[in-house]
């Protein structure tokens, strides 16, 4: 194991015992649950917009399930805040393809930052939905926010 995967890999534990974002919101704008039927881990996302603007101005939510849906869930709470709507759907769309990418080529940092630490997930096809749920989760509070503006 290289010491980059070895530093992925304790991210992903500190995400999941130190839940970045884990509780509900007093005010939100958008809610979504997701249940993964082939392990049983479950999370609600809610979204709560910037008045007047397209940006997140909290995300938060709650669940159970494994150290990656969790630890995956509790990322992407810090990566979510201030970013736009179609920014948000760009950073679901690259953490997407990235998982489909089976371990191959090089994540974009850039874009992904603390996310791209879940790629060494993309190898294992059982664990993708479980890294996805809260990403799949937001994707659908963002259709409920985008139809309400």
């Excluded at 290289?2 to 130190?18: A, F």
């Excluded at 938060?60 to 990322?75: H, P």
């Excluded at 939905?129 to 659908?140: F, G, I, N, R, T």
């Amino acid at each position: 194991m290289s010491s980059l995967d070895g530093l992925y890999q304790q991210l992903i534990l500190d995400h999941s015992k130190k839940r970045a974002g884990d509780g509900v919101l007093d005010h939100h704008d958008a809610e979504h649950f997701e249940r993964n039927p082939s392990c049983g881990d479950e999370i609600t996302v809610q979204l709560a917009m910037e008045p007047g603007t397209d940006r997140v101005a909290s995300f938060g939510w709650t669940g159970s399930g494994c150290s990656i849906s969790m630890a995956s869930a509790s990322v992407l709470s810090e990566l979510a805040p201030g970013m736009s709507i179609d920014e948000l759907q760009k950073l679901i769309e690259e953490f997407r393809e990235m998982l489909r990418s089976r371990g191959a080529g090089e994540p974009d940092d850039e874009v992904l930052g603390d996310a791209v630490a879940f790629h060494g997930v993309s190898k294992f096809v059982m664990r993708i939905k479980c890294a996805m749920l809260a990403w799949v989760a937001a994707e659908a509070c963002l259709l409920e926010v985008r139809a309400a503006h």
